[in-house]
């Protein structure tokens, strides 16, 4: 743990969604703190609020009350399209179902992000080029995802999320839909971008992946009910 400003935090958040007449309190006062390098797994039963919760360190959602500060900013007073271009700066997102646009190669999924930035053309794709080549797919680079197996299309995903060079990097069951063998060989591309000094935030029901960070936070009901720090994570060989 460092003493750097966090990469995201938030502070005593609430959100409460009404669902007709019955309001539903998904997050109970959540404070958690994330630092440069941190490695968090986020678990807890289906319901305890961790895809909540992972949804306003991404900006994705606002809390109903509390706060959500990204490298010391709260993000309160911004509007829409001031989160979505804080989110574009600093955070990468890689998930369970890939997410890539099927009728797109692999490069351009990838520098897609980019373009929403203003990068030229030629810098997009050169930034995407080497983030596939960072994952090993540097020989895939025009393949659309229906040409790509599951662990290849999640390494674009993981491309993707790393070619803005974010602060903080939210995965939500990156592992889910692969078998173990890939399941690991992803982990360790995570992994090794953790080492980095990216913030990684991981979303699992899988006690092997949680079992491989360096804090658990676990959660239950909305609440926050540890925060665990492991000496020693467990790194399958």
């Known amino acids: 743990m460092t003493t750097d400003v966090p990469a995201v935090e938030t502070v005593d958040v609430r959100r409460t969604y009404r669902m007709g007449d019955i309001e539903v309190e998904a997050l109970r006062g959540v404070t958690v703190r994330i630092t440069k390098g941190d490695y968090v797994a ?54 369970q179902a890939f997410q890539l646009l099927s009728r797109t190669s692999a490069v351009d999924n ?51 999320a790393l070619v803005g060079e974010p602060a903080l990097l939210l995965a939500d069951e990156p592992t889910g839909n692969l078998d173990s063998r890939t399941g690991t060989e992803v982990m360790d591309i ?5 080492s980095d000094g990216v913030a990684l935030v991981l979303v699992t029901h899988d006690p092997v992946v949680a079992a491989r960070a360096a804090r658990r936070l676990q959660m239950r009901d909305g609440a926050m009910l540890a925060d665990d720090e492991v000496v020693d994570p467990v790194v399958p060989s």
Not at 45 to 60: C, E, I, R
Not at 120 to 137: K, M, N, T, Y
Not at 190 to 194: G, I, K, P, S, V
């Open 190 to 194: 995570l992994e090794r971008l953790n």
């Open 42 to 95: 986020l678990v807890g039963p289906s319901g305890s609020g961790k895809s909540t919760l992972m949804h306003l360190l991404g900006l994705l959602d606002r809390p109903t009350s509390g706060s959500v500060r990204v490298r010391g900013q709260d993000v309160r007073s911004l509007d829409d399209a001031g989160l979505a271009a804080l989110r574009n700066r600093t955070i990468g997102f890689v998930f």
């Open 110 to 160: 990838v520098a897609l992000p980019l373009v929403y930035r203003g990068v030229p053309r030629r810098e997009r794709r050169d930034r995407a080029v080497a983030a596939l080549e960072a994952v090993g797919l540097g020989h895939r680079l025009a393949h659309r995802p229906s040409q790509l197996s599951g662990g290849e299309q999640q390494r674009v995903a993981i491309a993707r």
